[in-house]
């Protein structure tokens, strides 16, 4: 029963909803997004997604990423390459422009 008990604390505290659903972190200094990913009864607080860079934007930027981070992401739920994957890179999802450094490289079609 203990792990119930930290992990709602551990909810509450970082103003989750429930475990292992993405949520985006505005405030945050360096990271775009966190996720309490839970496995088994270990959970663990992920922060993924480098603030000042673009995400999603291009198909060929989406392939690169995933090819880059294959064993990362690979590693499953508590790993930050699996979720950021899974929320920042997955087709369809959300979009970010590319940063400056990239735009000439992965520039977004219009």
Known sequence: MAHLGRKKKLLKRYGLTAVNRPKM???HKTKKAMVL??????LKLIRFGAKGMGHNY???ARKAFKSRHRRNIA???MSAAYWA???LWS???RKKNPPKSQKKIYGRKK
């Open 25 to 27: 972190t505005p405030g």
């Open 91 to 93: 087709k369809g999802g």
């Open 75 to 77: 590693r499953g739920k």
């Open 85 to 87: 994957d899974k929320f």
């Open 37 to 42: 990913a839970s496995s088994g009864h270990q």
């Open 58 to 60: 291009s198909a060929a």
